[in-house]
């Protein structure tokens, strides 16, 4: 059975950090691609970051220069360090993982980051 367990959300103050973590099982970790997408109110779900198990990594224009993925492959676990938070940020947000066909991908349960003042 896959897990993907998502920890680490919150309120912050704009300017703030946070660290999202996605805790993986019942998958051969070190072989998929992972990612953090987010939705927000009254929007479509939109891919924040990816890593691949290549360790190449990808990120959405509105994020580059603030947010930074990693993944420990020992630890089954992949990791979104937000800087420099922005209310525009506010969302759920969501591990992703999948091998071979996005279609065919494994979601969390998400969860809720708000930035506000």
């Known amino acids: 059975q896959v897990q993907l367990v998502e920890s680490g959300g919150g309120l912050v103050q704009p300017g703030g950090s946070l660290r999202l973590s996605c805790a993986a099982s019942?998958?051969?970790?070190?072989?998929?691609?992972m990612g953090w997408y987010r939705q927000a109110p009254g929007k479509q779900r939109e891919l924040v970051a990816e890593?691949?198990?290549?360790?190449?990594?990808n990120y959405a224009d509105s994020v580059k220069g603030r947010f930074t993925i990693s993944r420990d492959n020992a630890k089954t676990t992949v990791y979104l360090q937000m800087n420099n938070l922005k209310p525009d940020d506010t969302a759920v947000y969501y591990c992703?993982?999948?091998?071979?066909?996005?279609?065919?991908?494994?979601w969390g349960q998400g969860t809720q980051v708000t930035v506000s003042s």
């Open positions: 992703n993982a999948f091998f071979s066909s996005r279609a065919n991908s494994f």
């Open positions: 019942g998958i051969i970790f070190s072989r998929f691609t």
């Open positions: 890593i691949s198990s290549a360790v190449t990594t």
